[in-house]
């Protein structure tokens, strides 16, 4: 009798013993500058357990000025990048390195032209021939692309130190930007509302906050790419359609410096702008690329003289881990 009730209560426990929770896929993320509104979908998925859900336990590595994230993508240190345009992909193309874009969660990168009100620079069309402070990373890409589309020439570039004081001293001072950043602070330093005119709204094409992977990763982790594809747009979705706040407590944790007042007013942009939704991204879903946008973009770039016509962009990127609706509850306000 004492055996038989030794082994009931073996059974017993062993029934009784929780099952262990499935192993989740451990995934790092890097992001290409310091913890923003403008990463807020993937602190989102964090925040909010949407990568746990996919099993996935994700690692936001913030970028910054000395990181170089790539090399830490191909080295094997980083699972995935967050890439800033179309012009990453066709650089990586030239050089040969074996990246591939998967997704591309801002439909319209935020770059700006930014211009004092009330002395004539409100359309781009007025900015020719005009002084224009611009980094030397807008002067290969965007800049490119205003000299075609609207005659810029290069001897109207004057050089842009990431700093406001510039433009807030010269009522003639025009300068570069992101839709989210600078016009906050010339409205909070300089008490104005400055012209802003968002590039994507007049042509400019680009895709911008590309999720970038090995070409590698891609092949032979399929559904992890996947995965982390799917719960980065719901994350999106959630920050921009449901309460940010807990996406925004892990910016800020990040990065102290970061203020609740500029994160409102980047998401408010992002909103208005239709940065994450709005052509593709209303029908397809957050993210979606299409073949036709690439081919384009491409031949923008190649008639710029910026690529050799010849250059095979065929693997840097992917479209079988987009366009399939998710994020689709997400609309704009």
């Not at 013993?17 to 913890?35: C, H, I, M, R």
């Not at 810029?152 to 003639?172: C, G, H, K, T």
């Not at 982390?228 to 719901?234: G, K, P, R, T």
């Not at 991204?281 to 050799?308: C, H, K, N, V």
């Amino acid at each position: 009798m004492l055996r038989r009730w030794s082994w009931f209560c073996l059974l017993l426990g062993i029934g009784l013993l929780p099952v262990e929770a499935e192993a989740l896929d451990q995934v790092s993320f890097g992001t290409n500058w310091k913890a923003q509104a403008e990463h807020g979908g993937f602190y989102q998925a964090v925040a909010t357990g949407l990568y746990e859900r996919h099993g996935l336990a994700v690692t936001i590595r913030q970028g910054g000025p000395q990181a170089n994230f790539r090399q830490l993508l191909l080295a094997g240190k980083l699972d995935f990048y967050m890439a800033g345009t179309m012009f990453s992909a066709f650089n990586n193309a030239q050089n040969q390195i074996p990246t591939v874009m998967v997704a591309a969660l801002f439909q319209k990168e935020p770059v700006i032209l930014m211009a004092h009100p009330g002395v004539g620079h409100d359309r781009l069309e007025d900015l020719k021939g005009q002084p224009i402070m611009i980094s030397r990373q807008v002067e290969l890409t965007t800049w490119q692309w205003l000299k075609a589309a609207f005659g810029y020439s290069d001897d109207q570039i004057r050089p842009y130190n990431f700093n406001p004081a510039p433009f807030l001293a010269d009522p003639q001072a025009i300068q570069q930007g992101y839709v989210t950043s600078e016009p906050f602070a010339i409205e909070q330093q300089g008490g104005f509302k400055p012209v802003v005119l968002l590039l994507a709204d007049h042509g400019y094409d680009s895709y911008s906050t590309l999720i970038e992977t090995t070409i590698e990763t891609a092949d032979t982790k399929a559904d992890l790419v996947q995965r982390f594809v799917d719960a980065s747009i719901e994350g999106w979705a959630s920050y921009l359609q449901g309460d940010p706040a807990p996406g925004n407590a892990l910016i800020k944790q990040d990065n102290p410096d970061m203020t609740d007042a500029q994160i409102a007013y980047s998401i408010a942009q992002m909103k208005a702008h239709g940065i994450v939704l709005s052509g593709q991204a209303l029908t397809d879903g957050i993210g979606a690329m299409s073949d036709q946008r690439w081919r384009e973009f491409f031949a923008f770039a190649t008639q710029a003289g910026l690529y050799p016509k010849d250059l095979d962009i065929s693997r840097t990127y992917r479209l079988d881990f987009v366009n399939k609706k998710v994020g689709l509850g997400a609309r704009p306000n």
